[in-house]
T-cell receptor, first 112, second 114 residues
C-alpha cells in the first residue's frame, strides 16, 4: 500500500517567518513529487513540483527532495497571512497515469 | 487563464438515485481525471481517462461508477445508484501530459446523498 504521510498541524507561524512543511512517502521507486495548496472549501492548486534530489526554488517557495530518506519538504519564506491554507503533498508513484496519492495535508496558519 | 469548469457545484440526491457530474477540461489537455474528497479526509484518486478510454482506476471506482466524454468537450462521472458514503466533493482535473503530476483542478461538485 503506497502511503504519503504529513503532520496534520496546525502549523502556526508569525507573518514574515519561514514555514517548514514535511512529507514522507512509502515507495522508494517514486518518481515525482508535488505540493498543492488547498484553501478551505476550494480545490487543490499546484504550487511546486520536484523530480530530482536537492532543492528547487520558485519565488518564496523552496521544495526539497531526499529520495534516500523518502522525504520531501516545502519551505515558505516571508510567510504571509494569505499563505494560510492546507498544504497537500502528492506523489506520482511510478507507472501511474497521474494517479497522485495525496497526504492528508498540513494546515498552515500565518498570524499577523 | 484557462480553467476546468464543473457543474453542478452542489447536488443533493436520495440514496439509490443516479447522479451525473459534468466537467469541461482545459481545451488543449488530453488527460482527464476524477478525484474525490470526503469531508475532512484526503483527496483520493478515482479514475484517469485518455483517448476515450479509462487509463487507470482505483478500487473505489467500482461498477457503480462510469466515465465518458460524450461530445469532445464534456467529461462526465456517473454514479448509478448512490450510497450515503458517496457523499463527497468530486474534483475533475485535466493535464497536458500523462505523468507530469501537474493537474489543473476544477472547483468541485459537492454531492450530498440523503
Amino acid at each position: 500500500q503506497k502511503e504519503v504521510e504529513q503532520n496534520s498541524g496546525p502549523l502556526s507561524v508569525p507573518e514574515g517567518a519561514i514555514a517548514s512543511l514535511n512529507c514522507t512517502y512509502s515507495d522508494r521507486v517514486s518518481q515525482s513529487f508535488f505540493w498543492y495548496r488547498q484553501y478551505s472549501g476550494k480545490s487543490p492548486e499546484l504550487i511546486m513540483s520536484i523530480y530530482s534530489n536537492g532543492d528547487k526554488e520558485d519565488g518564496r517557495f523552496t521544495a526539497q527532495l531526499n529520495k534516500a530518506s523518502q522525504y520531501v519538504s516545502l519551505l515558505i519564506r516571508d510567510s504571509q497571512p494569505s499563505d494560510s491554507a492546507t498544504y497537500l503533498c502528492a506523489v506520482n508513484f511510478s507507472g501511474g497515469y497521474n494517479k497522485l496519492i495525496f497526504g492528508a495535508g498540513t494546515r498552515l496558519a500565518v498570524h499577523p | 487563464e484557462p480553467e476546468v469548469t464543473q457543474t453542478p457545484s452542489h447536488q443533493v440526491t436520495q440514496m439509490g438515485q443516479e447522479v451525473i457530474l459534468r466537467c469541461v477540461p482545459i481545451s488543449n489537455h488530453l488527460y482527464f481525471y476524477w478525484y474525490r474528497q470526503i469531508l475532512g479526509q484526503k483527496v483520493e484518486f478515482l479514475v484517469s481517462f485518455y483517448n476515450n478510454e479509462i487509463s487507470e482506476k482505483s478500487e473505489i471506482f467500482d461498477d457503480q461508477f462510469s466515465v465518458e466524454r460524450p461530445d469532445g468537450s464534456n467529461f462526465t462521472l456517473k454514479i448509478r445508484s448512490t450510497k450515503l458514503e458517496d457523499s463527497a466533493m468530486y474534483f475533475c482535473a485535466s493535464s497536458a501530459g500523462p505523468n507530469t503530476g501537474e493537474l489543473f483542478f476544477g472547483e468541485g461538485s459537492r454531492l450530498t446523498v440523503l
